[in-house]
C-alpha cells in the first residue's frame, strides 16, 4: 500500500524517483509526486491517476535537483486529489508517509490554536505543519522531525526533505516497512526493495520504531528508545528484484504461468529424498496440541485449506482466524497452542499485530512468507519461505499455490511425526507432488476453454461458487478472485448450505461455478448441482474426466482438469479459480494488474 522512495545522489533525481516509484505501481495507489531540492530550494509536482501522468507533467514542468522524495499514494483520508496527493509540504520541509496518523484529529487543534490550519484532507499533512511549526520555533530539521516523531500515533513510514538541506533526508518507520539502500556517496530509502533493486544492492532494514539521519556519506540509525543502534546491512539479489512481464499482456498471467516452475522449485527446497527437511531450528510436532493460523485475504484461504490437511492428515486441531477479528477478539492462548502466520509480502498490518498479540502467550510463532526480510519473518520463531519469487500482480496467483505447497508439506510433516501417517504413505504422496508441476502444465492447456467462457461470465452481475471439502476454500478464492479484478459480485457456499438460504438468488442470469473433482464428496456436490439445474440455474462444473463422464451432459458448461489424488487437488484446482478470473477480466476491460482501490501490501489496518 503506497510507495516511499527517497534519494541523496550525485545525478538529477527527478527521472531516478519515477523510475523507482515505477517499480512500486504494484503496490496500489491512485495519486503520485515527488519533490526535490535544487540550490536549496524545496519544490515538488503532483499528479493524480497513473504514473505517466506525473511523467508528462515533469515534462513540462521540469524539477530540477539532485535530492528528492516520492510517493504513490493509496488514498485513505482524503480523495485521491492533487492536493492530497504526497509529497505534502509545509513551509520548509516536505513529506512522504505510508500509514495512518490515529491523533491527526488532535493534532490538528492543536495547530489551530497556534493559528496552523490545513489545506488538505490528510492525516499527512499534518506531519509537515507540525514539523514547520516546530521549526519556526528555531529547532533545527534534525531536532523539529524527532519531535514530531514523538507526538505521532498509529503506523508509519516516513521520509522528509527539507528547503535548504541537500545533504540531508530523516526516515522513520513505525507499523510500516521501510529500507535503507547504501551506493557509492550516494543513499537511499525505499518502502520496498524492488524500488531500490537497480540504484543498489546493499539494504539496511529498519526495525520498528528506528528512525535515520541520512546523508550522501552516512547513516546513523536510532531505535525507538532513542539509543544509537547498528543494523546489518544486507545483500539483496538484485536480479530477483528486477520485474518484467516477459512477452505476457499482464503480469497475473506470467505468474499464473509460472507457477509449475515455481512450485517445482518450492518442492526442492523442502523435499529431498529422506523426506521433508525444513529450515532449523524446525518445528517439532508432538508438541503440539493445538495450531492457530492467522493470515488476510487470499493467504486466510490458504490457511483455511491447510485446516482440513492438518486435521485430516495429522489429527492437529486447528483454528483459522481473519487477522483483522483474531487479537480484537482476544482469544486464549493454551499451552501447547503453536501460531502461524501467513503473508505474501511479509508486512501486512493486521497480520503483523496478531502476530504480536501471541508473542508470550503461544509457545512457539511460525510464518509462511514469500519476503524472507520482512517483519513477519524476522518476528517469528521461525521463517519458512514458499519460493515463489516476486510476485507483481496485486491478485495473488502463484503466492497462493506456493502457499498452499509449503503448508501442505508442514501437515505431511506433522502426520508423520504424529504416527498418523506412514513413512510409505508419506513417500506416495510426495511422489504425486513432485509429478504436480507436469500436471499444472498440462492443465494450461484449457486455457482457451476458460478464455471461451469468461466471456459469458463478464455479462454477469452475480456469480456463485460452490464446492465441498477441500473445494469449500477453493470457492472462496475463486470468488474472491473473481471480485478483486473482474468487479463483479460474486459469493462462494459449501455446497450443503446451498438449501439454508443461497438457493434463493438461483435464476437463469446468476452462473454458479461448482468445483468438484471426483472425490470422496463428489456425489453430494452434484445432487446440489442438480438443485440449481432444477430452478433454472447455468452450472460451470469444472471436474476432472471422471467426474465430468458420473455428472453427464447437464451442465451449462464442463471445463475438464487432469485427475489427481484428493488431497493434492487444491494445489491444481488454484488454476481455475485464477484462469476464470483473469479471462473474466481482461473480457471487461478491467485493470487486471492494479484493480481499482486495491493494494498489494496492506500495511495499514
Same mark, same amino acid.
Given at each position: 500500500?503506497?510507495?516511499?522512495?527517497?534519494?541523496?545522489?550525485?545525478?538529477?533525481?527527478?527521472?531516478?524517483?519515477?523510475?523507482?516509484?515505477?517499480?512500486?505501481?504494484?503496490?496500489?495507489?491512485?495519486?503520485?509526486?515527488?519533490?526535490?531540492?535544487?540550490?536549496?530550494?524545496?519544490?515538488?509536482?503532483?499528479?493524480?491517476?497513473?504514473?505517466?501522468?506525473?511523467?508528462?507533467?515533469?515534462?513540462?514542468?521540469?524539477?530540477?535537483?539532485?535530492?528528492?522524495?516520492?510517493?504513490?499514494?493509496?488514498?485513505?483520508?482524503?480523495?485521491?486529489?492533487?492536493?492530497?496527493?504526497?509529497?505534502?509540504?509545509?513551509?520548509?520541509?516536505?513529506?512522504?508517509?505510508?500509514?495512518?496518523?490515529?491523533?491527526?484529529?488532535?493534532?490538528?487543534?492543536?495547530?489551530?490554536?497556534?493559528?496552523?490550519?490545513?489545506?488538505?484532507?490528510?492525516?499527512?499533512?499534518?506531519?509537515?505543519?507540525?514539523?514547520?511549526?516546530?521549526?519556526?520555533?528555531?529547532?533545527?530539521?534534525?531536532?523539529?522531525?524527532?519531535?514530531?516523531?514523538?507526538?505521532?500515533?498509529?503506523?508509519?513510514?516516513?521520509?522528509?526533505?527539507?528547503?535548504?538541506?541537500?545533504?540531508?533526508?530523516?526516515?522513520?518507520?513505525?507499523?510500516?516497512?521501510?529500507?535503507?539502500?547504501?551506493?557509492?556517496?550516494?543513499?537511499?530509502?525505499?518502502?520496498?526493495?524492488?524500488?531500490?533493486?537497480?540504484?543498489?544492492?546493499?539494504?539496511?532494514?529498519?526495525?520498528?520504531?528506528?528512525?535515520?539521519?541520512?546523508?550522501?556519506?552516512?547513516?546513523?540509525?536510532?531505535?525507538?528508545?532513542?539509543?544509537?543502534?547498528?543494523?546489518?546491512?544486507?545483500?539483496?539479489?538484485?536480479?530477483?528484484?528486477?520485474?518484467?512481464?516477459?512477452?505476457?499482456?499482464?503480469?497475473?498471467?506470467?505468474?499464473?504461468?509460472?507457477?509449475?516452475?515455481?512450485?517445482?522449485?518450492?518442492?526442492?527446497?523442502?523435499?529431498?529424498?529422506?523426506?521433508?527437511?525444513?529450515?532449523?531450528?524446525?518445528?517439532?510436532?508432538?508438541?503440539?496440541?493445538?495450531?492457530?493460523?492467522?493470515?488476510?485475504?487470499?493467504?486466510?484461504?490458504?490457511?483455511?485449506?491447510?485446516?482440513?490437511?492438518?486435521?485430516?492428515?495429522?489429527?492437529?486441531?486447528?483454528?483459522?482466524?481473519?487477522?483483522?477479528?483474531?487479537?480484537?477478539?482476544?482469544?486464549?492462548?493454551?499451552?501447547?497452542?503453536?501460531?502461524?502466520?501467513?503473508?505474501?509480502?511479509?508486512?501486512?498490518?493486521?497480520?503483523?499485530?496478531?502476530?504480536?498479540?501471541?508473542?508470550?502467550?503461544?509457545?512457539?510463532?511460525?510464518?509462511?512468507?514469500?519476503?524472507?526480510?520482512?517483519?513477519?519473518?524476522?518476528?517469528?520463531?521461525?521463517?519458512?519461505?514458499?519460493?515463489?519469487?516476486?510476485?507483481?500482480?496485486?491478485?495473488?496467483?502463484?503466492?497462493?499455490?506456493?502457499?498452499?505447497?509449503?503448508?501442505?508439506?508442514?501437515?505431511?510433516?506433522?502426520?508423520?511425526?504424529?504416527?498418523?501417517?506412514?513413512?510409505?504413505?508419506? %513417500?506416495?504422496?510426495?511422489?504425486? =507432488?513432485?509429478? @504436480? +508441476?507436469?500436471? *499444472?502444465? &498440462?492443465?494450461?492447456?484449457?486455457? !482457451?476453454?476458460?478464455?471461451?467462457?469468461?466471456?459469458?461470465?463478464?455479462?454477469?452481475?452475480?456469480?456463485?461458487?460452490?464446492?465441498?471439502?477441500?473445494?469449500?476454500?477453493?470457492?472462496?478464492?475463486?470468488?474472491?478472485?473473481?471480485?478483486?479484478?473482474?468487479?463483479?459480485?460474486?459469493?462462494?457456499?459449501?455446497?450443503?448450505?446451498?438449501?439454508?438460504?443461497?438457493?434463493?438468488?438461483?435464476?437463469?442470469?446468476?452462473?454458479?461455478?461448482?468445483?468438484?473433482?471426483?472425490?470422496?464428496?463428489?456425489?453430494?456436490?452434484?445432487?446440489?448441482?442438480?438443485?440449481?439445474?432444477?430452478?433454472?440455474?447455468?452450472?460451470?462444473?469444472?471436474?476432472?474426466?471422471?467426474?465430468?463422464?458420473?455428472?453427464?451432459?447437464?451442465?451449462?458448461?464442463?471445463?475438464?482438469?487432469?485427475?489427481?489424488? %484428493?488431497?493434492?487437488?487444491?494445489? =491444481?484446482?488454484? @488454476? +481455475?479459480?485464477? *484462469?476464470? &478470473?483473469?479471462?473474466?477480466?481482461? !473480457?471487461?476491460?478491467?485493470?487486471?494488474?492494479?484493480?481499482?482501490?486495491?493494494?498489494?501490501?496492506?500495511?495499514?489496518?
Amino acid at each position: 500500500m503506497c510507495g516511499i522512495v527517497g534519494v541523496l545522489g550525485q545525478h538529477e533525481v527527478a527521472p531516478i524517483l519515477v523510475d523507482a516509484l515505477r517499480r512500486l505501481e504494484y503496490r496500489g495507489y491512485d495519486s503520485a509526486g515527488i519533490a526535490t531540492v535544487n540550490n536549496g530550494k524545496l519544490a515538488r509536482r503532483r499528479a493524480v491517476g497513473k504514473l505517466v501522468n506525473l511523467s508528462d507533467l515533469l515534462v513540462h514542468d521540469p524539477l530540477p535537483g539532485k535530492s528528492g522524495i516520492g510517493h504513490t499514494r493509496w488514498a485513505t483520508h482524503g480523495a485521491p486529489t492533487t492536493d492530497n496527493a504526497h509529497p505534502h509540504r509545509a513551509g520548509d520541509v516536505a513529506v512522504v508517509h505510508n500509514g495512518i496518523i490515529e491523533n491527526y484529529k488532535a493534532l490538528r487543534a492543536e495547530l489551530a490554536e497556534a493559528g496552523i490550519e490545513p489545506q488538505t484532507e490528510t492525516d499527512t499533512e499534518t506531519i509537515a505543519l507540525l514539523t514547520q511549526h516546530l521549526l519556526s520555533q528555531g529547532k533545527t530539521p534534525v531536532e523539529a522531525a524527532y519531535a514530531t516523531l514523538e507526538r505521532l500515533d498509529g503506523a508509519f513510514a516516513l521520509a522528509f526533505l527539507f528547503d535548504g538541506e541537500e545533504d540531508l533526508m530523516i526516515a522513520a518507520r513505525k507499523g510500516s516497512p521501510l529500507a535503507i539502500g547504501h551506493g557509492d556517496d550516494e543513499m537511499y530509502v525505499g518502502s520496498d526493495a524492488f524500488a531500490l533493486a537497480p540504484m543498489t544492492d546493499q539494504i539496511t532494514y529498519l526495525e520498528e520504531g528506528d528512525s535515520a539521519v541520512l546523508t550522501r556519506t552516512s547513516v546513523e540509525i536510532r531505535d525507538e528508545a532513542g539509543r544509537l543502534v547498528n543494523r546489518e546491512k544486507k545483500t539483496i539479489q538484485v536480479d530477483a528484484a528486477r520485474v518484467d512481464k516477459g512477452g505476457y499482456k499482464h503480469f497475473m498471467a506470467k505468474e499464473i504461468a509460472e507457477q509449475p516452475s515455481v512450485l517445482s522449485n518450492a518442492l526442492s527446497a523442502y523435499v529431498t529424498e529422506h523426506g521433508i527437511a525444513l529450515p532449523d531450528p524446525g518445528i517439532d510436532f508432538t508438541k503440539i496440541d493445538r495450531l492457530v493460523m492467522v493470515a488476510c485475504g487470499t493467504a486466510y484461504y490458504a490457511c483455511f485449506t491447510a485446516k482440513y490437511w492438518f486435521e485430516r492428515l495429522a489429527k492437529l486441531p486447528v483454528e483459522v482466524d481473519i487477522a483483522s477479528e483474531f487479537r480484537y477478539r482476544e482469544p486464549p492462548i493454551s499451552k501447547g497452542t503453536a501460531a502461524l502466520f501467513v503473508s505474501q509480502s511479509g508486512e501486512t498490518a493486521d497480520t503483523l499485530a496478531a502476530l504480536r498479540y501471541c508473542e508470550g502467550k503461544a509457545d512457539k510463532i511460525y510464518s509462511v512468507v514469500n519476503v524472507q526480510e520482512s517483519s513477519i519473518a524476522r518476528e517469528s520463531d521461525l521463517a519458512l519461505p514458499i519460493h515463489a519469487g516476486a510476485e507483481i500482480g496485486v491478485a495473488s496467483t502463484k503466492a497462493f499455490t506456493c502457499q498452499l505447497n509449503v503448508l501442505l508439506l508442514l501437515a505431511l510433516k506433522a502426520a508423520v511425526e504424529r504416527g498418523t501417517l506412514s513413512q510409505e504413505e508419506l %513417500e506416495q504422496i510426495l511422489s504425486d =507432488l513432485r509429478s @504436480l +508441476p507436469g500436471t *499444472l502444465n &498440462a492443465a494450461m492447456d484449457r486455457d !482457451a476453454d476458460f478464455a471461451n467462457v469468461s466471456k459469458k461470465l463478464s455479462e454477469a452481475r452475480d456469480v456463485l461458487f460452490l464446492g465441498r471439502g477441500l473445494m469449500y476454500p477453493l470457492a472462496h478464492e475463486g470468488a474472491l478472485k473473481l471480485k478483486e479484478i473482474s468487479y463483479i459480485h460474486a459469493e462462494a457456499y459449501a455446497s450443503g448450505e446451498l438449501k439454508h438460504g443461497p438457493i434463493a438468488l438461483i435464476d437463469k442470469h446468476v452462473p454458479v461455478v461448482v468445483f468438484a473433482p471426483k472425490d470422496s464428496l463428489f456425489e453430494k456436490t452434484v445432487s446440489n448441482m442438480q438443485e440449481v439445474m432444477a430452478r433454472g440455474g447455468r452450472v460451470l462444473l469444472v471436474t476432472d474426466s471422471a467426474g465430468a463422464e458420473a455428472a453427464g451432459a447437464e451442465a451449462w458448461r464442463t471445463i475438464t482438469m487432469p485427475q489427481v489424488p %484428493e488431497i493434492l487437488t487444491p494445489l =491444481l484446482y488454484a @488454476l +481455475p479459480a485464477q *484462469l476464470l &478470473a483473469y479471462h473474466t477480466a481482461v !473480457a471487461k476491460g478491467t485493470d487486471v494488474d492494479q484493480p481499482r482501490n486495491l493494494a498489494k501490501s496492506v500495511t495499514v489496518e
